[in-house]
């Protein structure tokens, strides 16, 4: 198991960018995928994004394509969230995950951070 604890949510105005941070503990990071998920009010946790152990390989909800862009330091432990041209929808408590080998994009698996609150006014 590895702990995350998740940083950077706050408010902003729609079209604003924001970065949250998900920094982990242990040393054993970097064998582990990760991911981003968010869950807006009266509705279900929703994929976000994710990308492997090495940082070669992410895949992007079609939601957030092309506004936002997950990556990751090894070096430092943590995996960071880029969001651009952010909408009023994107409005969710964002999760960062980590799994071994591969981010589960349903379900419950792995390791979760205990969020930080994302708020898009329009």
């Known amino acids: 198991q590895v702990q995350l604890v998740e940083s950077g949510g706050g408010l902003v105005q729609a079209g604003g960018s924001l970065r949250l941070s998900c920094a982990a503990s242990?040393?054993?990071?970097?064998?582990?995928?990760m991911g981003w998920f968010r869950q807006a009010p009266g509705k279900e946790r929703e994929f976000v994004a994710q990308?492997?152990?090495?940082?070669?390989?992410?895949h992007y909800a079609d939601s957030v394509k092309g506004r936002f862009t997950i990556v990751r330091d090894n070096a430092k432990n943590t995996v960071y969230l880029q969001m651009n041209s952010l909408k009023p929808e994107d409005t969710a408590v964002y999760y960062c995950n980590a799994n071994s080998p591969v981010v589960i994009t349903t379900g419950n698996f792995g390791s979760w951070g205990q969020g930080t609150q994302v708020t898009v006014s329009s």
């Open positions: 990308i492997s152990w090495s940082g070669g390989s992410t």
């Open positions: 242990g040393r054993t990071f970097s064998s582990y995928a």
